[in-house]
């Protein structure tokens, strides 16, 4: 059996950098997308390619038999899939709210379950959670995407204890601003419903969803500097790479409360609700 990185959502940004930089690096890859028709250019470079939505159980299963029958096995899994649901709280609908989870924390771990088997009978493998900084820095209008990465993070804390001793190291990477697609796709599909009290403020929700995409480091750096960190032998617990990836957690954890809370609600234009 030979070993294989799967990385999940690899149509663009992230995950795409992802594959080509572990590829590049030497590392036989499987990159999966729910569209196979988007990992066209992947494919034509060499790197194994599947169709794969992360929430369907039955189609985890099927990518798993394939690299199995091909000889593969999953050595190593990044779980890079999710997306950003923008909004004020009280306009996110409970559907959207599951679907934030679904995708972002409870897939996540379900292809974490179905790979850990082989890897504890062979006493090694390594998870690579893709989380985010905002998971450790809630802010104003992407409280279900706050939350989800939040835990993502936790759930990532306790596995990696879990499997420590069984041979299997996971990392948690919480990236800055990376350059993708993120901002302009939560852009597109921010929630704000009819009369909202929020609707003043629309301007500076889109600005919320677009905020990461300022000045952001450019994905094939992050993606070649993430993969030289998680594959060394002793791989972090935790690894921040991309603008503000330091500074939102130092503020988290220097800032007193009220202070932190009264600096994002003028950011993020909360502050002009006061007089309508």
């Known amino acids: 059996m030979k070993p294989i990185v799967l990385i999940t959502g690899c149509a663009s940004g992230i995950g795409k950098a992802l594959a080509l930089a572990f ?17 066209g250019d992947l494919a034509a470079q060499g790197i194994q390619t599947q169709q794969l939505d992360v ?23 990044v779980n890079n899939a999710g997306y950003g649901a923008m909004g004020p709280l009280m306009d996110v609908s409970p559907e959207e709210m599951q ?4 995708v972002n924390v409870l897939a996540p771990m379900a292809l974490c379950r179905a790979v850990l088997p082989g890897m504890v009978a062979r006493r090694a493998g390594r998870i690579v ?21 939040a835990a993502l993070n936790a759930l990532s804390d306790a596995l990696r204890m879990e499997v420590a001793p069984l041979g299997i190291q996971v990392t948690t990477v919480q990236p800055g601003g990376i350059e993708s697609g993120f901002g302009e796709a939560a852009g597109r599909t921010v929630m704000l419903q009819s009369g909202s009290p929020y609707e003043p403020v629309r301007d500076a929700i889109i600005g919320r969803a677009q905020e990461s995409q300022k000045d952001a480091t450019p994905a094939a750096v992050f993606a070649a500097q993430m993969v030289r960190a998680v594959m060394r032998p002793e791989a972090p617990a935790v690894l921040r790479i991309g603008k503000k990836s330091s500074l939102m957690p130092a503020l988290k954890t220097c800032l007193p409360d009220r202070v932190l809370d009264r600096l994002l609600r003028r950011k993020f234009g909360l502050e002009r609700l006061r007089n309508p």
């Not at 590829?23 to 990992?39: E, F, M, N, P, S």
């Not at 299963?61 to 199995?68: D, G, I, N, S």
């Not at 679907?99 to 679904?102: I, K, L, M």
């Open 23 to 39: 590829h590049q690096q030497g590392h036989k890859v499987c990159a999966t997308a729910r569209r196979l028709d988007a990992l």
């Open 55 to 77: 929430t369907d159980a039955a189609g985890v299963q099927a990518v798993l038999q394939a690299l199995e029958q091909q000889g593969q096995w999953v050595e190593t899994l």
């Open 99 to 102: 679907r934030q989870f679904e």
């Open 129 to 149: 959670n893709i989380s985010s900084v905002s998971g450790v820095m809630p802010t104003p209008f992407a409280g279900a995407y706050c939350a989800s990465k």
